[in-house]
């Protein structure tokens, strides 16, 4: 999974970088924890930045990719752990803690707690993820491979989000008492992806890649018959991505 993951999925909007620090005010050599850092997709964007960064991971495969996108940044450490069950150094605190496309994996009854716990007061918790959106004018050969999920019994009824509407998860954070100043902010992209690309990013997907190997061949023999069939052999993928920032009473 970790080759697939780091090769195929979305590189995040720097826009998106640029405004969680705007928003939180970290400046290079802040102490930033990453939540689930799989193998370093928003890592990097930040590393290269200059801030210190402790990473967990609790997939092997994942932390050692990790271990080896980020070894040229000497302030990045990956632990391979799960956030649950990391205990830091005695007296750390951070003033980031952030996690992208991972947060919803961390125990719903003790994340913001443990967030709370590891950040100094007024320090900032950040998450966000990536998934697909399907605005007005989007490629419709997502509507069009409908009818072979169908077929091969994997529909989706999940409702389509237009970008700038997905929902947000404010709710928790809120909730907890343990944090104010909520901000959310929405962004979203477009990528172009030729049909062996597309393919990997669908590799990706744990759905797709459970997929018995009939229902694969099905539905990747229909993509890469109607992008065979397009001057540029291409497809558009829309991806949108929710940013939350919450400030640690």
């Given at each position: 999974m970790a080759p697939f993951y780091q090769q195929a999925r979305p590189e995040y909007p720097a826009a998106l970088f640029d405004e969680l620090i705007r928003l939180t005010g970290v400046r290079a050599g802040d102490r930033l924890l990453e939540v689930g850092c799989?193998?370093?997709?928003?890592?990097l964007?930040?590393?290269r930045r200059g801030f210190r960064i402790t990473c967990l991971e609790r997939g092997g495969e994942l932390a050692a990719a990790a271990r080896e996108n980020?070894?040229?940044?000497?302030?990045?450490e990956v632990v391979g752990t799960a956030f649950e069950d990391w205990r830091p150094p005695a007296g750390t605190v951070f003033d980031l803690v952030f996690a992208a496309n991972a947060w919803l994996w961390t125990a719903p009854e003790t994340r913001y707690q443990r967030a709370a716990a590891l950040l100094r007061p007024g320090g900032h918790l950040a998450f966000w993820g990536a998934t697909h959106v399907f605005p007005p004018d989007g490629d419709p050969i997502f509507k069009e491979l409908q009818d072979v999920y169908d077929e091969i019994g994997e529909g989706d009824s999940a409702p389509r989000h237009a970008p700038g509407e997905l929902p947000d998860q404010r709710a928790g954070a809120e909730a907890s008492g343990l944090f104010g100043d909520l901000v959310v902010r929405q962004f979203d992209w477009e990528i172009t992806y030729d049909v062996d690309s597309y393919l990997r990013l669908l590799d990706s997907f744990s759905n797709h890649a459970l997929m018995a190997d009939?229902?694969?061949?099905?539905?990747?023999?229909?993509?890469?018959?109607?992008?065979a069939d397009r001057p540029d052999g291409t497809l558009r993928r829309h991806w949108g991505s929710v940013l939350h920032i919450a400030t640690r009473l």
């Open positions: 799989g193998p370093g997709k928003a890592t964007p930040l590393a980020l070894a040229a940044f000497g302030g990045v009939w229902q694969r061949d099905r539905l990747y023999g229909e993509i890469r018959r109607r992008l």
